[in-house]
């Protein structure tokens, strides 16, 4: 029962890195682009959806993941605009380069604005459900909720909307897309808002899970959003969400087996493990070049 409770607590923070590896595998699995500034937008959607939205104006928790949505949106236009439209084909070291001195501004400009302490994040969803031996909060139900939401949702964007087969039409060969009509800039900028929107999300999430949001707190959301993407596939949406699920599990039996300092080691060990075994990650397609 203690394995199966731990197992319960990791799918409530794996559906949290889901959400991240999935607009990260939009970003660059689909789209092919190279991006480090998507921990720095987890940061905002945070900061804009559970901070202000909860605790300052206290708007209630499905406000606050519209507010975490449509912040990180616009800030994902604001990227694309500025690292990814002047070099719509590359090389990918403009658009490193680019999005390293974009994430170093939104951090240390995150820093200035709200400084460097914590902010606290009350509690939205306080119940617990206890089945035999197991408890389960409402919020955990709630996160994982979100992510099956939200991934049906862009399962049908994707294959029932024009927009949709445009951004998947792009990810196998821009140059194709755009010789039958598709305009390819329009469909690069929403699917890097779409991606980065998805990150705002579950930056909502992150804070309202563990009650508080912090100006560096992206660097961290950034990597384990990659790490997920690896381990399940970054060119597949659906591969992405379950190696954030499995990511989350492992990492919190790690914690109870050994120790609070190995959550890190297990989590990046996991994405070596995949990259040295198998690089297109669990549902990702073979033969395609990795980043």
């Not at 998805?198 to 790490?227: D, P």
């Not at 790690?254 to 040295?276: E, H, K, P």
């Amino acid at each position: 029962m203690y394995y199966l409770q731990l197992t319960v607590d990791g799918m409530a923070q794996g559906a949290i890195y889901a959400l991240m590896a999935i607009g990260y595998a939009v970003i660059m699995g689909n789209l092919g682009l190279v991006t480090f500034t998507y921990g720095e937008v987890v940061m905002f959607g945070a900061f804009a959806g559970a901070f202000y939205c909860l605790t300052v104006l206290n708007l209630g928790f499905f406000m606050a993941l519209a507010i975490g949505f449509a912040a990180s949106w616009t800030l994902g236009m604001v990227i694309e605009a500025i690292c990814y439209r002047r070099w719509p084909n590359g090389p990918s070291q403009i658009w490193l380069i680019a999005t390293i001195g974009v994430s170093t501004i939104v951090k240390s400009g995150g820093q200035v604005v709200f400084g460097t302490e914590q902010r606290f994040v009350p509690d939205v969803f306080d119940g617990v459900w206890v089945i035999g031996q197991i408890r389960f909060m409402h919020i955990q139900a709630v996160i994982i909720a979100v992510l099956f939401f939200l991934s049906a949702g862009l399962g049908f964007f994707l294959k029932k909307t024009r927009l949709g087969m445009q951004l998947k039409a792009v990810s196998m060969d821009k140059t194709a897309a755009a010789l039958l009509g598709v305009k390819v800039q329009r469909v690069m900028l929403v699917g890097n808002a779409l991606g980065c929107a998805l990150g705002g999300i579950a930056g909502v999430l992150l804070g309202v899970y563990y009650n508080s949001v912090f100006a560096i707190m992206g660097g961290v959301a950034g990597l384990k959003a990659f790490a997920a993407a690896v381990f399940g596939g970054l060119t597949s949406i659906p591969g992405a969400a379950i190696g954030g699920v499995l990511l989350g599990i492992l990492e919190t039996l790690g914690v109870a087996i050994f120790s609070s300092g190995w959550r890190d080691i297990i989590g990046f060990s996991v994405m070596i493990l995949t990259l040295l075994v198998c690089p297109s990650g669990l549902l990702g397609r073979k033969g395609t070049e990795k980043i």
